[in-house]
C-alpha cells in the first residue's frame, strides 16, 4: 500500500485550466521529483495536497488516498489535525514562511505545542534539539532571535524543523534549495535525504533542477503546462527520456565536462493556460512535432509497470502521421 496515491487532479482558478489530469504514487522512504519550468503546475499541485490553494480554487480527485485512508471530503478541522503531524511541508521562500514578528525557536516550539500537545518548556527544549540535530550552531542563541536575523540556510533548516517536528509520515519540500549558495544547497539536501532514510519519510521533492533530482530521487514526474507528460524510475527517465521535453530540459542543464560554448534553451514559450488544449501542449515549441500532436491528446505510451511517458512518438499508428 503506498503512503500517497493521488489520480486525475485537476485544479482549475477563475476558469483556468492549471493542472490537468495529474497521478502521482510515493511510497514510504521514498523521494518523488515534481520537475518543470516555473508556471508548470508544480507549486499548486503541492498546495493542492495540503489544502493550502486559495479559496476561489476548484480542486477535483478521481482518488486521493493517504496511508491507505481517503481525503475525498476530510473537513478543515481534519486538515488542521493533518497538517504537520502527519503531513510536513517545506515552503519555497523561508523568509515569508515564517513569523517575522515571532522568535524562531517560538515558532517551532508552537507546532509541538499544537500538535503534540506538550508543555512550553518542553517545546522549546525539543526546539532546540532540532535546530542542533539540523546543524545550526549556538541553537541556543538562534531560537531567541527573529527570521530576519538568519541567514537564509539557517532558516531554511528552522522552516524544515517545523516542517518534521512532530515526525510526519509525508514531507512535501517546494524548492526548498532555492536562493541557497551550492554549499548550503548541499546541506540541506543531505538533510532531506537523511530523512527519508532513519525516518522512513515519504518525500515529495519540488524541482526545476535536475542535478538535485539525480542526487536526490528515485522516482521522477515531469510536468509540462500542468500534466505529468513523463514518469518512471528516476535513473532511467534521465538516462534515457521518452519525451521530447525532459529531453530538451535534460539537454539545457549544464554539467562539468560540457564543452560547449553556449547552453542549449528551449525556444518557444509554455501556452496560454486560459485557452483550451486540445493536443500535445508541448507541440508548438517541440522539434519533433506531427500533425496529429496539436489535433488529439497523446496516448499513455508505457514501456515498462513503472514508466509511462504521453507522446505521440511511441503510438504505432502515429509513425504515419508525418510531421
Given at each position: 500500500?503506498?503512503?500517497l ?9 477563475d ?7 495529474v ?6 522512504g521514498?523521494c ?5 519550468e516555473s ?7 503541492a498546495l493542492?495536497?495540503m489544502?493550502?490553494l ?8 478521481e ?6 485512508q481517503s481525503l ?12 504537520a ?9 523561508p ?9 524562531v525557536?517560538d ?5 509541538l505545542r499544537?500538535h503534540s500537545?506538550?508543555?512550553?518548556r518542553?517545546?522549546r ?7 542542533e ?7 541556543a ?13 539557517m ?19 517546494d ?5 541557497l ?8 539536501l543531505?538533510l ?8 522512513h519519510?515519504?518525500?515529495?521533492l ?13 522516482q ?16 532511467a527517465?534521465l ?9 530538451a ?11 560547449r ?10 501556452p ?5 488544449l486540445?493536443g500535445?501542449?508541448?507541440t ?7 500533425q496529429?500532436c ?22 504505432p499508428?502515429a509513425?504515419g502521421?508525418?510531421r
Amino acid at each position: 500500500m503506498s503512503l500517497l496515491e493521488v489520480r486525475d487532479l485537476h485544479i482549475r482558478i477563475d476558469g483556468h485550466h492549471l493542472v490537468r489530469g495529474v497521478d502521482l504514487q510515493i511510497e514510504r522512504g521514498e523521494c518523488l521529483a515534481l520537475v518543470g519550468e516555473s508556471g508548470s503546475g508544480k507549486s499548486l499541485t503541492a498546495l493542492s495536497l495540503m489544502q493550502l490553494l486559495p479559496r476561489h480554487a476548484r480542486c477535483d480527485f478521481e482518488r486521493w488516498q493517504f496511508d491507505g485512508q481517503s481525503l475525498l471530503g476530510t473537513t478543515e478541522a481534519q486538515w488542521r489535525r493533518l497538517r504537520a503531524s502527519r503531513i510536513g511541508m517545506v515552503f519555497q521562500n523561508p523568509m515569508t514562511a515564517l513569523n517575522p514578528t515571532m522568535r524562531v525557536g517560538d515558532q517551532i516550539g508552537e507546532v509541538l505545542r499544537v500538535h503534540s500537545r506538550c508543555s512550553a518548556r518542553e517545546a522549546r527544549r525539543h526546539a532546540l534539539e532540532l535546530l542542533e540535530r539540523l546543524g545550526i550552531v549556538n541553537a541556543a542563541k538562534r531560537a531567541r532571535q527573529y527570521p530576519f536575523e538568519l541567514s537564509g540556510g539557517m532558516l531554511q533548516r528552522a522552516v524544515i524543523a517545523m516542517a518534521v517536528a512532530c515526525k510526519p509520515a509525508l514531507l512535501i519540500a517546494d524548492e526548498p534549495t532555492t536562493a541557497l549558495d551550492v554549499t548550503v544547497q548541499a546541506e540541506v539536501l543531505a538533510l532531506l535525504r537523511e530523512l527519508c532514510r532513519d525516518q522512513h519519510v515519504g518525500l515529495l521533492l519540488i524541482t526545476h533542477d535536475l542535478g538535485v533530482v539525480e542526487a536526490m530521487a528515485e522516482q521522477v514526474a515531469v510536468m509540462y503546462a500542468g500534466r505529468i507528460v513523463e514518469a518512471g524510475p528516476c535513473q532511467a527517465v534521465l538516462s534515457q527520456p521518452a519525451h521530447p521535453y525532459t529531453r530538451a530540459l535534460q539537454q539545457a542543464m549544464p554539467r562539468l565536462d560540457d564543452r560547449r560554448d553556449s547552453l542549449l534553451a528551449i525556444s518557444g514559450t509554455p501556452p496560454d493556460l486560459s485557452q483550451q488544449l486540445n493536443g500535445c501542449a508541448f507541440t508548438p515549441r517541440c522539434e519533433r512535432a506531427m500533425q496529429i500532436c496539436p489535433v488529439r491528446q497523446p496516448a499513455v505510451y508505457a514501456p515498462s509497470k513503472a514508466r509511462r511517458c504521453e507522446c505521440w512518438l511511441w503510438e504505432p499508428q502515429a509513425q504515419g502521421a508525418g510531421r
